[in-house]
């Protein structure tokens, strides 16, 4: 590309220290306004690059053109007959279009339609230089950031995620000279909070990531930030390897601009406690990576990610080291406090803890889970009186000192505390209870947690649409979405034969008519429904058999899948696509003639059938009906389909030869009764009309 035509545009926003969970966000979607805003004013670039630390956004666009070319634009004004008066002079109308056009009114021209007649005006406006457009565009891109908790300093009424101190705007070698966030703009960033705080003049765009890195400690870009994490700790952990949870990694890379990692150790008499507790503790409090050895089993060593490159690195070990130390006291304290106790002993606390104000407390649901999941158990041939018991203990750790430290543990403590003094498929249902705890998480494997983990959701689902407590647009407070893929997967995984309305009416018997919507079972049940549909979706499964099938509703999800796999199958046939049409037409007949006089209550009489194609249709649907329903019955649905096939040829001949319609009222109402037995049958697996 020509230098003098194109050139690379550099913004940066430094601040104080950002919330590491929104950096990705935020810079993504700074570049994303910012490429909208060249698009929207026709500035063509080669690429976008994104930059990111805990005190830093930027946006790179390389080979940005400097001038935005002549812009060529058509107008259409008023009608002719509103711009010009009854004697041709021209009115208010046409000159208002004339000035936007910038043109006389007699320079203008004029356009037809199929609309009529209108004034036209086509003109070109002058591009104007790209550092002209570039402050608007950075202005409007900032303004529509994702700021959950914008921040004010100062006596300034300016907001933003976190105070901002500079700002960099070049084009080229140029200073885009204007004020954002209320701060000059210049060509001067700033490094290592530590290592190099003075101001660093950038003396062209393109030169950014590197000056940062070499000069002033600091690793502008996240991926090469995050990589060189994952590189310091293979190289330190010598003995075994790291647990590396991504999340927690991404976190860590955007909370150092420069990583260092060290390796620290602690006392191993901790390592009695629980495994997940001290996982939990070094990832969730102190952001440390646990070190496991070749049987992954954990051993008493951490790998910190440091931010300062310290000339004695024994001094910040230590202090990590003694940091973590009292940390593990406290949940060594909590964890033997927890246990001199019987996990039923906490029952009566769930009392004071309210489930949500209408629903009741914690208490009250466990004893709604100890019916509902004791009714599951009979129908999927779990332990009854082990599930019940489940129920009852289920919220009972929440009351912990070690949950109540770290909720994320909940059903993990349960399981542990519970091992102490009941049947091992107790304890790993309190576990179980919780999965899937996310799309792609494992599901319960045992049959009682199985059990357990559908009472809690569908008493959720049930009890929350009860109060109208619904899931809008995005907004889901409750995980209600999350509860409800937990449903469709456990039962489709796990292929267990259960009617879901027939549980959600269970669920709704228990609340004792304290809820207020009626329609929740039928919307909780579509709801679900819903979720299934999305995750059809995800495998790039047919929408139209899917609705096909769920025109039919039917409420055991193992059975819609049998229909959903026989219509998929069905469609694969050569007379599948002449067949729905046809059908699609007898629907469309009956739907018609719904409403005439006599239409619900007509049944086919062979005696009116008087032409020789609709007795020959008759014959055929009385002679496969008994087939397609001993099939319907034993749920072989690809073969019912399949035997519906061979009415097609009588199908074709019946609407060539017929007059569905006749005038005689009687020959039309029973014509329409011989079509509404052949929707009956072709409607037994799925419904091709929706």
């Known amino acids: 590309m020509n230098e003098s035509k194109h050139k690379d545009f550099l913004f940066e926003i430094g601040t104080e220290e950002l919330p590491p969970q929104h950096i990705g966000e935020l810079v993504a979607s700074l570049a994303a306004n910012i490429e909208k805003g060249l698009k929207e004013h026709a500035l063509t670039y080669a690429s976008v690059k994104t930059y990111s630390t805990p ?32 004697n041709n002079q021209p009115t208010v109308a046409a000159e208002k279009f004339a000035k936007t056009c910038g043109m006389a009114i007699d320079q203008l021209g004029q356009i037809e339609d199929k609309k009529g007649k209108f004034l036209f005006c086509k003109t070109t406006k002058a591009g104007k230089t790209t550092t002209a457009l570039l402050p608007e565009i950075v202005i409007t891109s900032i303004k529509k950031l ?7 300093w100062g006596d300034s009424k300016i907001s933003f995620v976190r105070p901002v101190h500079w700002v960099v705007m070049l084009f080229g070698a140029k200073i885009i000279s204007t004020e954002i966030l209320g701060i000059k703009t210049s060509n001067q960033t ?5 290592h190099y705080p003075q101001a660093i003049v950038i003396p062209e765009a393109g030169q950014y990531e590197e000056l940062l890195e070499k000069v002033s400690f600091v690793i502008a870009d996240s991926a090469k930030r995050r990589q060189k994490i994952c590189e310091q700790i293979a190289a330190k952990v010598k003995t075994g390897s790291a647990i590396i949870n991504e999340n927690l990694l991404n976190e860590v890379t955007d909370l150092v601009e420069w990583p260092i990692a060290l390796i620290g150790s602690f006392d191993p008499h901790f390592l009695e406690m629980p495994r997940e507790v001290l996982i939990t503790l070094m990832e969730k409090q102190q952001r440390y990576f646990p070190i496991t050895d070749g049987a992954k089993k954990l051993l008493p060593q951490f790998v910190i990610i440091s931010n300062i490159e310290s000339k004695n690195q024994a001094q910040v070990i230590a202090g990590n ?31 004071a803890v309210v489930f949500q104000t209408k629903l009741g407390s914690l208490y009250d649901k466990t004893l709604r889970l100890k019916l509902l999941a004791g009714f599951i158990a009979a129908k ?15 919220k009972c750790d929440l009351m912990t000192s070690m949950v109540w430290e770290f909720p994320e543990l909940q059903g993990i403590m349960g399981d542990y505390y ?3 003094c009941e049947p091992k498929i107790v304890a790993t249902a309190l576990k179980e209870q919780y999965l899937p705890r996310f799309y792609q998480d494992e599901i319960p494997t045992s049959d009682v947690g199985c059990a357990l983990a559908l009472a809690d959701r569908v008493d959720n689902l049930i009890g929350l649409f009860g109060i109208n407590k619904m899931p809008s647009g995005e907004k889901d407070p409750f995980g209600l979405r999350r509860a409800a893929t937990g449903i469709v997967r456990i039962i489709l995984e796990k292929k267990l034969e259960l009617d879901l309305k027939e549980l959600l009416e269970q669920a709704w018997l228990n609340y004792a008519a304290v809820l207020e919507n009626n329609d929740a ?48 199958e069905f469609n694969k046939l050569a007379e599948a696509n002449d067949l729905i049409e046809i059908y699609k037409r007898v629907k469309n007949i009956l739907s018609k003639a719904d409403k005439e006089e006599g239409f619900i209550d ?15 249709l008759a014959e055929v649907i009385e002679k496969e009906a008994q087939t397609i329903n001993e099939l319907y019955k034993n749920k072989n649905y690809f073969e019912v389909l399949a035997t519906l096939v061979k009415a097609k040829p009588a199908l074709s001949k019946f609407f060539d030869e017929v007059m569905v319609m006749a005038e005689d009222k009687k020959l039309r109402l029973n014509r329409l009764a011989l079509l509404k037995d052949l929707q009956n049958l072709f409607t037994l697996v799925a419904d091709w009309g929706n």
């Open 146 to 152: 994702p700021i959950h908790r914008p921040m004010h």
């Open 190 to 194: 700033f490094g290592h909070r530590f």
């Open 380 to 394: 999927i041939n779990a332990n009854i009186e082990h599930t019940e018991r489940a129920a009852e203990l289920s």
């Open 521 to 568: 079972i039928t919307q909780a049940l579509h709801f679900i429904y819903e979720r299934l549909r999305y995750m059809y979706a995800e495998r790039g499964e047919s929408a139209n058999v899917f609705r096909a099938v769920l025109a039919r509703m039917p409420t055991d999800l193992l059975d819609f899948e049998k229909r959903f796999a026989a219509v998929t």
């Open 602 to 616: 007509i049944r086919f009489n062979k005696e009116l059938a008087i032409e020789p194609a609709e007795r020959n």
């Open 321 to 351: 080291e003694r940091v973590i130390r009292a940390r593990l006291t406290d949940a060594e304290y909590f964890y033997r406090n927890d246990l001199r106790f019987d996990l039923i002993s906490y029952s009566d606390k769930l009392k």
């Open 55 to 86: 005190r830093r956004l930027a946006v790179l666009i390389t080979n940005l053109i400097a001038w935005q070319p002549d812009q060529s634009f058509e107008l259409r004004g008023p009608p002719i007959e509103i711009a010009f008066d009854k």
């Open 418 to 420: 519970a091992r102490v």
